[in-house]
């Protein structure tokens, strides 16, 4: 345990987020994604966990150190339910109000199509698989910058 940091954040995603620049993106995902696959092809190229959580608690632990990049439009994503794009499943709700409480104001989830969403990910930094087990329980987040303190 470290003071400071949530317990959910273990060793490998600790040394993943700090090796993180800005822009390079992030994925965590559900237990129903086909994380170890698209997990291989990343920039760190094996598979992360935040066992046992559901995705909400595990964005809000990321985002407890990780800023969002306020560069771009799509610094949060979520995949699109197939064939009802415009749903927004409850697990995606929890996640939205997991982001908007970190960054201190709404921050919208940019919705991806499914497929779009998979290739997305392969560009990822490293894909975190939870624990969650309800279905569009997928995320990207964007990586962006802390600025310097004033004097």
């Known amino acids: 345990m470290l003071k400071g ?3 959910l954040l273990n060793a490998d995603v600790l040394y ?11 994925v965590v995902v ?5 994380a170890e696959a698209i997990a291989s ?10 066992d046992n959580v559901p995705a909400a608690d595990a964005v809000a632990a990321i985002l407890s150190l990780m800023p969002l990049d306020s560069f771009i439009d799509d610094a949060a994503t979520r995949m699109e339910v197939v ?8 697990v995606q709700q929890e996640v939205q109000a997991a982001i908007d409480k970190a960054e201190g104001k709404h921050w919208p989830l ?3 199509e499914r497929f779009d969403f998979y290739e997305r990910a392969k ?3 490293c894909v975190i698989q ?8 997928c995320f990207t987040l964007t990586k962006g910058v802390i600025p310097p303190e004033t004097v």
């Not at 559900?30 to 086909?34: H, Y």
């Not at 064939?83 to 409850?90: D, I, L, M, N, Y």
């Open 83 to 90: 064939g009802a794009p415009e749903e927004v499943p409850q």
């Open 41 to 50: 092809q990343t920039v760190l190229g094996e598979l992360l966990r935040i």
């Open 30 to 34: 559900d237990t129903n994604f086909p």
């Open 16 to 26: 993943a987020l700090k090796s993180m620049g800005h822009g390079d993106m992030l």
């Open 110 to 112: 940019t919705p991806v």
């Open 5 to 7: 940091i949530s317990p």
């Open 130 to 137: 939870t624990g969650e087990r309800r279905f569009y329980g």
């Open 123 to 125: 560009d990822a930094f």
